[in-house]
């Protein structure tokens, strides 16, 4: 009798713990990550409606928390991106310029290496910069499978070739991913030798991402919450807006020539992020899902107020400082900004946290995770700068604190700025607040031999 009876026991124990764990995995929110490629702080619709439409962004920062003070670790495609997905600075990761394409002689025309890392003929510290993202490091994938999700990877990775792709990454399932880090073209063939979609014949291409995107979260039926990493192709170049949309932008003043191909390429992107948040309320699942919307850098086109774009100044503001919207119903507060100084390395721990892991279980992250702040709407107290990375010219690393950014290069030049009374950073006030210039740079300096770096610095 009592051996029935324990058996009776243990039964009930098993099914209330299956019970607990099966009600845990369902109250985990989803979560959707947008990131979009190029996009600049102001080319908004909310913030530069002359010039761009997009409603539907503008919706989702009405009903999420806006940050005013984003920034990207590396304003770059393949340094961004791996900040993202890991948490840690891309100079730490010595993943400090875009992975190069075919035109380079290491690569072969499918854009695949067997060559660790490369040099750029014009970078002044000669930096050896990784060719793929190390498997070693954790994704976040790999540290939400951890805590019970599906991950599915859509849209562009630039971080490595086959052997480095999301499903090499702890990603589920990938779609629409190759080894290019930009489209031949938005209409089919959007690659030179077909890698992607190959049966499309005119869908573009920002939509047959959102269509497979759509018909995930339609027939997504496991046990388990699912995070959707959308990494779009736009509105990276060639700058090819869709043909329906480009009418409406051109002739505009301050469109002249490839902007109004750009704004149009803008407004696909919106469209396709109204379609997601659509199909996430016709499943029902809207009010428990987690909307990220985040850019790896600013445009390939200088845009007002801010200095600087992709190429030019990268580090200024222009380059360096990215939308950041975080929705998440009856967590984050609606309709509020947010002037917190954040960076896309807070992604990885701030994705870990709300899924109930623990942070502090990754070593070397360099991002804080975000959740207090989200849901209090307090202003994050970081306690240090953030800094941004790059290896292409004489402009190197920028180290923004409160309402200063100083820009350091590699033949020694300071600037320094208040970026919130000098939104365009044109008055250098390095001459002018010593103390200050040498403040910073005694963290930079830190911050460098840190993050193994020295060695390169323009701040000796």
Not at 170 to 185: A, E, L
């Amino acid at each position: 009798m009592m051996k029935w009876m324990s058996r009776i026991l243990l039964c009930i124990a098993l099914f209330l713990l299956v019970g607990v764990d099966a009600k845990s995995a369902k109250s985990k929110p989803n979560v959707v990550l947008f990131f979009v490629d190029d996009l600049g702080w102001n080319n908004l619709g909310y913030r530069n409606p002359d010039l761009f439409e997009t409603p539907n962004i503008d919706q989702l920062a009405q009903d999420g928390t806006d940050f005013q003070q984003a920034y990207s670790a590396s304003p770059t495609c393949s340094p961004s991106r791996s900040t993202l997905v890991t948490g840690k600075h891309p100079a730490r990761l010595k993943l400090v310029r875009h992975i190069p394409s075919g035109k380079h002689p290491d690569f072969d025309e499918w854009d695949r290496t067997d060559a660790e890392f490369h040099l750029l003929e014009q970078d002044p510290a000669q930096f050896p910069s990784r060719n793929w993202l190390p498997l070693e490091e954790t994704t976040y994938a790999e540290a939400l499978k951890k805590e019970g999700y599906y991950s599915l990877f859509v849209g562009k990775w630039h971080l490595g070739h086959e052997p480095y792709h999301p499903v090499k990454n702890g990603f589920d399932r990938q779609i629409g991913t190759s080894n290019r880090g930009h489209p031949k073209g938005y209409y089919p063939p959007y690659t030179p030798f077909k890698e992607i979609f190959p049966e499309e014949t005119e869908r573009y291409l920002t939509d047959k991402l959102t269509d497979e995107t759509v018909g995930f979260i339609e027939d997504y039926d496991k046990e388990q919450p699912f995070m959707i990493s959308l990494w779009y192709y736009g509105v990276h170049t060639p700058n090819t807006g869709r043909k329906d949309l480009v009418p409406r932008f051109e002739g505009r003043k301050g469109l002249e020539g490839k902007r109004a191909q750009y704004a149009a390429q803008v407004m696909a992107v919106d469209e396709s992020i109204g379609r997601v948040r659509a199909a996430l309320k016709a499943r029902g699942i809207d009010k428990n899902t987690v909307i990220i919307f985040t850019s790896d850098q600013g445009s390939l086109y200088e845009w007002a107020p801010y200095r600087g774009g992709k190429r030019v100044d990268t580090l200024c503001e222009g380059g360096a400082r990215v939308p950041f919207i975080v929705s998440w119903p009856g967590v984050a507060k609606a309709g509020v900004q947010n002037d917190s100084i954040i960076q896309t390395t807070d992604i990885f721990p701030t994705l870990v946290e709300l899924a109930g892991g623990d942070p502090a279980e990754y070593k070397d992250l360099d991002g804080t995770s975000l959740l207090a702040t989200i849901k209090n709407n307090s202003v994050l107290e970081r306690g240090k700068p953030v800094y941004g990375y790059r290896a292409y010219q004489d402009l190197y690393v920028s180290a923004r604190e409160g309402d200063w950014k100083l820009l350091g290069h590699r033949s020694g030049k300071l600037w320094l700025y208040n970026v919130e009374e000098d939104r365009e950073e044109k008055n250098d006030l390095a001459e002018k607040n010593p103390e200050k210039v040498q403040e910073l740079v005694s963290k930079l300096k830190a911050w460098e031999k840190e993050m193994g770096v020295e060695q390169y610095s323009g701040v000796q």
